[in-house]
């Protein structure tokens, strides 16, 4: 089948404009729908509707995450930009092909069964380390952007706390430390608290967190799960900045921090709402050898 465009932007926060940006730039032939700005100088073709945008296209991009809230895609919920721009998980997969190729980032069960049932290919981003490590760098960034403001004292010489050790937890300690901030890492592993350890940070298990929790000026999370609950919110300062940046539900009792007034903030997409462009570019790097395979 002959298809007029190379790939189909759709849906997402501004790393998806920079990308269709970059990837038209590039020379390949794009088209999009729903997204949520506009940059001057460039050619990109504005599809009626997500049908057309995906008939049209030989390989569909779709948001980083595909979906927030496991029903629409990113960026086109209940809440789009634009009014007749919602668009469901279930009716954007219902109109692939098997001559597509899915490209996006953590793409849930039912699309790989999708992808597998018409056998298509499929490239989820953030399941490569090179693009979640380069991530982690404008997820940390954006975190301590968020920090700054939202705090009424210093980073440097402060305590502060970061809970987990993984992609996103390595880098944001490191450039923390950078900044004067005295880090102390808690982590389930213990290889991870050994890592942390060997990196000069000091470290603690979670069964500690209720004697020393209420030592720190800032903590950060990263870990998907509920570690700050209700007794622990209890035992910290109502001037304790508390920055959480894992995936829903995150890692607070958000409700228990609204009553106990606790300064808990939830900061999702930050790398689509600091660095897009930058984003875009990790992003770029890796989608264009796909692109170049599929048009050769």
């Not at 590039?26 to 001057?40: A, E, R, V």
């Not at 991870?192 to 990196?199: D, P, V």
């Amino acid at each position: 089948m002959y298809y007029q465009y190379d790939a189909a932007v759709i849906g997402g926060d501004s790393r998806q404009t920079y990308l269709a940006s970059l990837l038209e730039k590039s020379g390949y032939k794009i088209i999009t729908f729903g997204l949520n700005m506009t940059i001057p100088d460039t050619n990109l073709s504005l599809a009626n509707s997500y049908e057309q945008a995906i008939a049209l296209s030989k390989t569909i991009i779709a948001p980083i995450p595909f979906s927030r809230d496991k029903n629409y895609i990113t960026g086109l919920g209940n809440d789009a930009l634009v009014k007749g721009n919602e668009l469901s998980a279930e009716k954007f997969l219902s109109c692939l092909n098997h001559e597509h190729y899915l490209i996006g980032g953590n793409l849930p069960k039912e699309a790989i069964e999708t992808c597998n049932k018409i056998n298509i290919p499929y490239f989820d981003l953030m399941k490569n380390d090179d693009i979640a490590t380069l991530n982690a760098i404008a997820t940390a960034e954006g975190a301590i952007a968020e920090a700054i403001y939202k705090s009424s004292i210093n980073l440097h010489q402060s305590n502060g706390l970061v809970l987990g050790y993984g992609k996103c937890g390595k880098v944001l300690a490191s450039k923390l430390h950078s900044l004067g901030v005295k880090i102390t890492v808690c982590a389930r592993r213990k290889s991870a608290l050994t890592e942390a350890y060997a990196n000069g940070f000091e470290t603690m298990e979670f069964k500690e967190l209720e004697f020393t929790i209420k030592d720190f000026d800032y903590i950060f999370n990263t870990i998907p799960t509920v570690i700050l609950d209700k007794t622990l919110l209890l035992s910290l300062s109502s001037e304790t900045t508390i920055i959480d940046i894992a995936s829903p539900p995150g890692g607070i009792d958000y409700d228990a921090a609204k009553k106990l007034n606790r300064k808990a903030y939830s900061c999702l997409g930050i790398p689509g709402k600091i660095s897009p462009k930058s984003s875009a570019v990790i992003l770029a790097d890796a989608i264009l050898p796909i692109l170049k395979e599929r048009t050769d």
